[in-house]
């Protein structure tokens, strides 16, 4: 640092410039310009909202130092949503916000958020990831070179089609539906009689404008963002049958780069961008606030909320790949999910 400081006062550098290199870590020297961050949607939803936080919060907290800039779209990766985590881990892409879908081709465990119907609200979702199952998931993408900093969330999935109502089983039969990653997402709309198709974001969006496929399924946030009834998305169904949260995550050699200090204020201020990110995806969209539903109704849109016998009708025809995943899955870790959900607060 002496030598630093010498160099900078022989080039006669003003004296803030001088002081702000003598007062830098040392190992910051060694760090990038800029920080890429994958995520599949931008702002302004709740996805790209809490990853823009994130990065906000971090350059603010070390004046500069770690600069990360957001990559929406999947663009890192050519639109291939499911190919993100290898490219983090490959260094490709230097951090993430990513859908615990996006990543269960690369960790199996994962699926379990893709189980239908095992977590019927959001104390289920927070009982899982701020429980014991959250907590091996965390040590399960950690043994992969990942370090996972937060939650974050996507939200419920539901069930959106242009043809015509569905509050029951019967109702999806031959509907093509667009579906993403996971093998067990194609098990689930094969078992209730639909088409499914696997596909991108990125070609999911005129796959439903020209009908190529009837319907998908995602957060309502998506579907107003989105604007899905432009596209024909007429009807959806409130089923609550799977959610996604988001992990906010950093390549191991990157994490290993920063000072201990740095780490800490990247931990932090995803843990508080992941706070803000949860409460974005939740607002309006609840019976205490239902402005979201509203809005969406206002666009001539059909919204069927299920009766708990009418979801009970779903989980019965996806019980049989309910229980074939949760031997794939690993049923230790499912088990004490179903027992996370069942404590849960009510
Ligand atoms: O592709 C989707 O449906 C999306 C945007 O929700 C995910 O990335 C999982």
């Given at each position: 640092?002496?030598?630093?400081?010498?160099?900078?006062?022989?080039?006669?550098?003003?004296?803030?410039v001088?002081?702000s290199?003598?007062?830098?870590?040392?190992?910051?020297?060694?760090?990038?310009?800029?920080?890429?961050?994958?995520?599949?949607?931008g702002?302004?939803?709740?996805w790209?909202?809490?990853?823009?936080?994130?990065?906000?919060?971090?350059?603010?907290?070390?004046n500069?130092?770690?600069?990360?800039?957001?990559?929406?779209?999947?663009?890192?990766?050519a639109?291939?949503?499911?190919?993100?985590f290898?490219?983090?881990?490959?260094?490709?892409?230097?951090?993430?916000?990513?859908?615990?879908?996006?990543?269960?081709?690369?960790?199996?465990?994962?699926?379990?958020?893709?189980m239908?119907?095992?977590?019927?609200?959001?104390?289920?979702?927070?009982?899982?990831?701020?429980?014991?199952?959250?907590?091996?998931?965390?040590?399960?993408?950690?043994?992969?070179?990942?370090?996972?900093?937060?939650?974050?969330?996507?939200?419920?999935?539901?069930?959106?089609?242009?043809?015509?109502?569905?509050?029951k089983?019967?109702?999806?039969?031959g509907?093509?539906?667009?579906?993403?990653?996971?093998?067990?997402?194609?098990?689930?709309?094969?078992?209730?009689?639909?088409?499914?198709?696997?596909?991108?974001?990125?070609d999911?969006?005129?796959?439903?404008?020209?009908?190529?496929?009837?319907?998908?399924?995602?957060?309502?946030?998506?579907?107003?963002?989105?604007?899905?009834?432009?596209?024909g998305?007429?009807?959806?169904?409130?089923?609550?049958?799977?959610?996604?949260?988001?992990?906010?995550?950093?390549?191991k050699?990157?994490?290993?780069?920063?000072?201990?200090?740095?780490?800490?204020?990247?931990?932090q201020?995803?843990?508080?961008?992941g706070?803000?990110?949860?409460?974005?995806?939740?607002?309006g969209?609840?019976?205490?606030?239902?402005?979201?539903?509203?809005?969406?109704?206002?666009f001539?849109?059909?919204?069927?909320?299920?009766?708990?016998?009418?979801?009970?009708?779903?989980?019965?025809?996806?019980?049989?790949?309910?229980?074939?995943?949760?031997?794939?899955?690993?049923?230790?870790?499912?088990?004490?999910?179903?027992?996370?959900?069942?404590?849960?607060?009510?």
């Amino acid at each position: 640092m002496r030598r630093l400081m010498k160099f900078a006062a022989g080039l006669a550098l003003p004296a803030f410039v001088a002081g702000s290199l003598a007062s830098a870590p040392a190992e910051a020297q060694s760090y990038k310009s800029e920080y890429k961050v994958s995520t599949v949607v931008g702002v302004p939803f709740p996805w790209g909202l809490s990853a823009q936080r994130w990065a906000d919060l971090v350059k603010e907290r070390t004046n500069g130092r770690i600069v990360m800039k957001v990559y929406p779209g999947a663009q890192l990766v050519a639109g291939d949503q499911t190919k993100e985590f290898t490219a983090m881990r490959q260094g490709i892409i230097d951090m993430a916000v990513g859908s615990t879908i996006n990543w269960s081709p690369q960790v199996p465990e994962l699926n379990l958020f893709s189980m239908p119907f095992l977590m019927p609200d959001y104390a289920a979702i927070d009982a899982i990831t701020g429980g014991e199952p959250g907590k091996k998931l965390f040590e399960i993408i950690t043994s992969k070179d990942i370090v996972p900093l937060a939650w974050g969330e996507n939200g419920f999935r539901e069930l959106t089609n242009s043809k015509h109502e569905v509050r029951k089983p019967d109702d999806l039969k031959g509907l093509k539906i667009r579906v993403v990653g996971s093998p067990l997402f194609n098990d689930t709309f094969t078992a209730l009689g639909a088409n499914p198709t696997q596909m991108s974001w990125a070609d999911a969006q005129p796959a439903l404008s020209t009908g190529a496929v009837d319907g998908q399924e995602n957060p309502l946030t998506i579907f107003t963002v989105a604007k899905l009834h432009t596209v024909g998305q007429k009807f959806v169904t409130l089923w609550h049958y799977v959610a996604d949260p988001l992990i906010f995550s950093v390549n191991k050699q990157v994490w290993e780069s920063f000072t201990p200090a740095d780490r800490e204020i990247v931990r932090q201020a995803a843990l508080e961008a992941g706070k803000y990110g949860i409460e974005v995806a939740r607002k309006g969209v609840t019976p205490e606030d239902a402005s979201e539903l509203e809005k969406i109704r206002g666009f001539g849109v059909t919204i069927s909320e299920l009766k708990p016998e009418e979801v009970e009708a779903f989980r019965k025809v996806t019980k049989p790949v309910y229980d074939k995943w949760k031997e794939r899955i690993g049923a230790e870790l499912v088990t004490s999910a179903e027992k996370a959900v069942a404590n849960r607060p009510k």
